[in-house]
């Protein structure tokens, strides 16, 4: 018998070690997961708009930035393939994007299941072949008939997924049910045996509350970010809610900004000391993080916000310090 390979923890590579995003705060790089929610709750909606994101570069829902491009390939079993195309085109016009160049790739199979071992050969040769950033299996109820309470049936099940990720390098995303809008931890409703939760990397839960949409987002190697309300627009795609009320917030003013930056440039730091440092309600610095995200503005290392010093102009008052200027 030759024994298993064995390595330091040291000598580890560490850009190995270090966990990186897919698409920023919502998907972690290579992840398996779930989009998950309650009926009717826009989670094919979330699983296309993540696909449209990923394939284009283009901030997911206009908000969170993506680390890695590539293809996407879906499977969409309750779906024909002109509903995959409608929706698609309604999220590419929101997004700027031409849909001809768009890499996402739909199975046109009438049937996939990955619970029968000639259809999981199959879907591991056209992975090989597109090389997809991304899969994404819509809904999981469609794709088999093993027993979801069973840990023996739906173990066998995950570990094929599982093994289709390492050996491919691939994001896997399951739309998926709970049981009900939860009020503790989403993953633990999940319709199914406990082991879909434990297999999980990154999971995305779209549940109610108080009538209004909420993303709430789960991962293994990352931190977990507060939810998130969010709307199907009527122009159909999902775009990320400020509330009903008309008013901003009192301190939206533009100097909480260049305050927020230079408190960054100053000294990095984690999002909850800024928000003791700023005295700030946490709805509001969420939407300023996430615009300055997606300007560039900002970025997220090691687990601290990291700032980049603004143009001259944008230098107030409000900061820390004052820089001197150049003769």
Known sequence: ?????????GRIAEREARPAWLVESLWAEQAVGFIAGTPKSC???????????????????????????GHVLLVAAEDTPGAVRHRVECIARARGVDLRRLGVGLIDAPALRLDQEGDRRRLEATVAHIRPRM???DPLVRLHRADENSAADISALL??????????????????????????????ALRGSGDLHAWADSNLFLLRRKDRLQLHAEHRSHPTPDPIPVELDPTLHL????????????????SLVNRLLWTLIAQPCSRAELRQHLHIRNETLGRILA?????GRITRKNGLLVATPPPPSTATKAGPSRRPTSR
Request: with cysteine; net charge positive; glycine share 6%.
């Open 1 to 9: 018998m030759h024994p298993f390979p064995v390595v330091r923890v």
């Open 159 to 188: 570990a094929f997924l599982r093994q289709l990720q390492r050996e491919h390098a691939v994001a896997i995303a399951l739309v998926h049910h709970v049981r009900k809008s939860p009020a503790g931890q989403p993953g633990q």
């Open 239 to 254: 775009k990320v809610s400020e509330g009903p009320s008309p008013q901003p917030p009192p301190d939206t003013d533009p």
């Open 291 to 295: 615009e300055l995200e997606v300007d």
């Open 43 to 69: 989670k094919t909606w979330l699983a296309l708009e993540l696909a449209v994101a990923v394939a284009s570069g283009r901030p997911c829902m206009g908000r969170f930035r993506v680390h890695q491009r």
């Open 135 to 137: 899969l994404i299996l």
